[in-house]
């Protein structure tokens, strides 16, 4: 993911976030989704908030729990899972698009 101002050229001067994401499958069975800064500027801060996650093809697995992680912080969040099409959607983590963050799912 990459988030700039969306105006003028400072992504010239690094004012931007770039973001990898990785999904993992620990050896307890917890899958996680963690968002990872590719490049980041402590001058740049963008107010954009995570809205939803959608994972798709997760197989028949249905998690019991979601839990997001920021910042030295874990809290619950609401989740719902369509069998059929092994949808799970993840609604309103509202963390900060551009910081380290983990949604696990048990």
């Not at 910042?71 to 900060?96: C, D, H, I, M």
């Amino acid at each position: 993911l990459y988030v700039d101002g969306g105006d003028g050229y400072a992504y010239r001067d690094g004012l931007y976030a770039h973001r990898s994401f990785v999904f993992e499958t620990a050896a307890d069975g917890a899958r996680t989704l963690r968002s990872i800064a590719v490049h980041a500027n402590a001058s740049y801060a963008p107010v954009n908030l995570l809205e939803r996650v959608e994972l798709l093809g997760i197989g028949g697995w249905r998690p019991a729990a979601v839990t997001l992680e920021s910042g030295g912080t874990t809290s619950a969040l609401g989740f719902s899972y369509n069998t059929e099409r092994q949808r799970l959607v993840v609604r309103k983590p509202g963390v900060a698009i551009a910081t380290d963050w983990s949604i696990t799912l048990k």
